[in-house]
């Protein structure tokens, strides 16, 4: 059994799998706005929320990402990485045609579930340990390492969220100096927080950062994406 325990799938095929567990303290966690995809219509959310998360098997995993044609599956949650499952579901996923990209904060990566991967973004919170442990809870030191490790490979995405007061643009422009320093060409990107209402220096804050790292980027999804659809729970 793993921690998964919900499924939906976007527009161009792909999946997207959530895990139960993490053990830091994001102030800013997209679980502490909701434990449900985000994206979903807002009736939808409210039917989940008043179910609890039921963990899926494994085969019933598989089922449904086979019969919803599912090629690429992405790896979120929560830390995928801390679910003691995660490297038998990825290799099940690979002998299955079906292909896993990891969303991690890096502290668990090792050489089998980097080799697993198709992809993978590397959220990288801080530079600064005290704001790291400040916001997470957790020193930064074995993500910094795992990134200089890993990071010089092109299937790695740097990532990292945009909040002003908590990681304003000072703080960012430190995690692309150190992004740049193990690969000048890795792509960098900046998610604004989904608590942020006020979005209007995310665009600034990434002018900025380019002329650090060029490769740097960020999605505007405002209006532009169609809800994804529902694979798991059922409703
Ligand atoms: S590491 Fe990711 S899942 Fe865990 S608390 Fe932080 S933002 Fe949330």
Redesign the pocket.
Known sequence: MSTIYHIVQFEDGSAYLMFDV?N???S????NVSGWCTSLPEATIKTLNRIEHKYINIDELLKILKENGVKLAFLG???PTQDPELKGIMRLLKENGIDSWLIT?GELLDEEIFQLSKGITF?I?AIDEAKHIKL?GRSNRRVLNNYQRFGNDEKVVAETVYYPNIIGCEEVQKIAEFVHSVNPRARFRIDPAVQLRDKSGLKDCVEKIRLIHENTYYFDFAGKSKPPKLLYPKI
């Open positions: 993490c830091w303290r994001c800013y966690c997209i679980r949650g929560g830390e904060n959220s919170k997470t």
